[in-house]
């Protein structure tokens, strides 16, 4: 079946907010044998109008979001009524509940918000549970003079829209669609090496394999390695792609590389500190954003000017005199100086040029040295050169700082 999802809103065009719909709508059909064919956003107004207009001879499934509220551009259940010859009619149930809604929540009663309970003629409602822009699913052809596919009204925020679509939207489709032979996706989290190396190292032999589709996504210090396919061909692309790419796999959920840490430092009852110079503290804010990091992670410090280093690290001035703040001792002096300080069992340290000045022809800009502190070895530092903008030079050194520490712990 040929499934469409549109999103609405000025907003989204206007870049204020960012679109979280495709990747979720995409995994969420995925089980039922049914792939996004198109996407398309379109800013309020009658650009609605004329997409749907379009879409509706073309798709077969068709997901539409936003526009449910109840503010003047508002206005997709209004169109959607319109083109399929639908009365609106209030409900009464739902007005009542609105009602209830808003005076629990102390917020003032306007006409306007009436307009939610507004509901096409033979459309079946979507309960909003988490907001109230409530869903609706009008069926195939809901009209019999008008040509139309399986139109899914959907609210714009993802968690409203999520909840919904996993608890009122999926028993839908299954209801109206053939699950076909079993379809298998793996994902495999690769980092430390480049997208065109992944390729190199796995690609002809997998695309070898037939009836196995293969994908590719880079981002800063990831790849994602994405294999579709029936059950036994996506066994043998399992193989291929474990045996080549072996530890560098960090994950194959949608695990970030933090939230792998979190787990294996928990498992292993160890705990972690930073010494922070050029990411800026950015290790510490993607380490406190999983949830339970606070059984692992003791502290960090981002010392970012010399003194601070001094005064907080301990490292020793001469160091930074002789080798430069960017320099394997001063990283090495960093990581150790963390681990002292908070008796963590682990403490990682970055020091780096994030340019777009500061560097020299022995340290180019891009130069960032990595330091693992840790009991009874020595410090392991290593040198990396990641020349690019600032903020992606900091996500690049992160993932290595963050990959140098969980290969030390699955040894």
Same mark, same amino acid.
């Given at each position: 079946?040929?499934?469409?999802?549109?999103?609405?809103?000025?907003?989204?065009?206007?870049? =204020? %907010?960012?679109? !979280?719909?495709?990747?979720?709508?995409?995994?969420?059909?995925?089980? #039922? *044998? $049914?792939? +996004?064919?198109?996407?398309?956003?379109?800013?309020?107004?009658?650009?609605?109008?004329?997409?749907?207009?379009?879409?509706?001879?073309?798709?077969?499934?068709?997901?539409?979001?936003?526009?449910?509220?109840?503010?003047?551009?508002?206005?997709?259940?209004?169109?959607?009524?319109?083109?399929?010859?639908?009365?609106?009619?209030?409900?009464?149930?739902?007005?009542?509940?609105?009602?209830?809604?808003?005076?629990?929540?102390?917020?003032?009663?306007?006409?306007?918000?009436?307009?939610?309970? =507004? %509901?096409?003629? !033979?459309?079946?409602?979507?309960?909003?549970?988490?907001?109230?822009? #409530? *869903? $609706?699913? +009008?069926?195939?052809?809901?009209?019999?003079?008008?040509?139309?596919?399986?139109?899914?009204?959907?609210?714009?925020?993802?968690?409203?829209?999520?909840?919904?679509?996993?608890?009122?939207?999926?028993?839908?489709?299954?209801?109206?669609?053939?699950?076909?032979?079993?379809?298998?996706?793996?994902?495999?989290?690769?980092?430390?090496?480049?997208?065109?190396?992944?390729?190199?190292?796995?690609?002809?032999?997998?695309?070898?394999?037939?009836?196995?589709?293969?994908?590719?996504?880079?981002?800063?210090?990831?790849?994602?390695?994405?294999?579709?396919?029936?059950?036994?061909?996506?066994?043998? *692309?399992?193989?291929?792609?474990?045996?080549?790419?072996?530890?560098?796999?960090?994950?194959?959920?949608?695990?970030?590389?933090?939230?792998?840490?979190?787990?294996?430092?928990?498992?292993?009852?160890?705990?972690?500190?930073?010494?922070?110079?050029?990411?800026?503290?950015?290790?510490?804010?993607?380490?406190?954003?999983?949830?339970?990091?606070?059984?692992?992670?003791?502290?960090?410090?981002?010392?970012?000017?010399?003194?601070?280093?001094?005064?907080?690290?301990?490292?020793?001035?001469?160091?930074?005199?002789?080798?430069?703040?960017?320099?394997?001792?001063?990283?090495?002096?960093?990581?150790?100086?963390?681990?002292?300080?908070?008796?963590?069992?682990?403490?990682?340290?970055?020091?780096?040029?994030?340019?777009?000045?500061?560097?020299?022809?022995?340290?180019?800009?891009?130069?960032?040295?990595?330091?693992?502190?840790?009991?009874?070895?020595?410090?392991?530092?290593?040198?990396?050169?990641?020349?690019?903008?600032?903020?992606?030079?900091?996500?690049?050194?992160?993932?290595?700082?963050?990959?140098?520490?969980?290969?030390?712990?699955?040894?």
């Amino acid at each position: 079946m040929r499934v469409i999802l549109l999103n609405t809103g000025t907003e989204l065009l206007l870049g =204020d %907010v960012q679109d !979280g719909h495709l990747s979720f709508i995409a995994r969420e059909i995925f089980s #039922l *044998g $049914l792939r +996004l064919d198109e996407q398309r956003t379109v800013p309020d107004g009658a650009a609605i109008r004329d997409a749907l207009v379009e879409l509706f001879s073309r798709a077969e499934i068709l997901f539409v979001t936003g526009g449910l509220g109840p503010t003047t551009d508002d206005i997709t259940r209004d169109i959607v009524a319109d083109l399929l010859g639908l009365e609106l009619r209030q409900n009464a149930e739902l007005l009542a509940s609105l009602q209830s809604r808003l005076k629990t929540r102390g917020i003032k009663w306007t006409s306007r918000i009436a307009r939610q309970a =507004d %509901v096409p003629a !033979g459309a079946q409602i979507l309960p909003n549970e988490n907001g109230s822009a #409530l *869903g $609706l699913y +009008l069926r195939a052809n809901i009209n019999t003079r008008i040509s139309s596919p399986h139109l899914f009204l959907l609210p714009g925020p993802p968690r409203e829209l999520q909840p919904m679509f996993r608890k009122f939207v999926s028993p839908i489709l299954r209801s109206i669609v053939q699950v076909p032979e079993s379809i298998e996706r793996r994902l495999y989290k690769i980092a430390g090496i480049g997208e065109s190396i992944v390729e190199e190292m796995i690609g002809e032999k997998v695309l070898a394999i037939p009836g196995i589709e293969l994908g590719y996504c880079a981002r800063p210090g990831e790849v994602d390695v994405r294999i579709l396919g029936k059950p036994d061909a996506v066994a043998r *692309g399992d193989l291929v792609i474990r045996g080549e790419l072996g530890l560098s796999i960090f994950s194959t959920s949608d695990e970030s590389l933090e939230e792998v840490l979190v787990k294996l430092l928990s498992e292993r009852k160890k705990t972690l500190a930073l010494a922070e110079s050029c990411t800026g503290g950015l290790l510490a804010h993607r380490l406190t954003n999983v949830p339970g990091a606070s059984a692992v992670f003791r502290a960090a410090c981002v010392a970012y000017a010399n003194a601070a280093k001094i005064d907080n690290l301990n490292v020793d001035p001469k160091l930074i005199e002789k080798h430069g703040a960017v320099s394997e001792p001063v990283a090495r002096a960093m990581a150790e100086g963390a681990r002292a300080r908070t008796r963590s069992t682990y403490a990682l340290a970055t020091t780096g040029i994030a340019g777009p000045t500061g560097g020299s022809e022995e340290k180019p800009v891009g130069t960032v040295y990595i330091a693992l502190a840790f009991a009874d070895q020595e410090t392991m530092v290593k040198r990396f050169f990641f020349p690019s903008d600032r903020e992606t030079f900091k996500q690049l050194t992160a993932q290595a700082a963050f990959d140098l520490l969980r290969r030390k712990l699955i040894r």
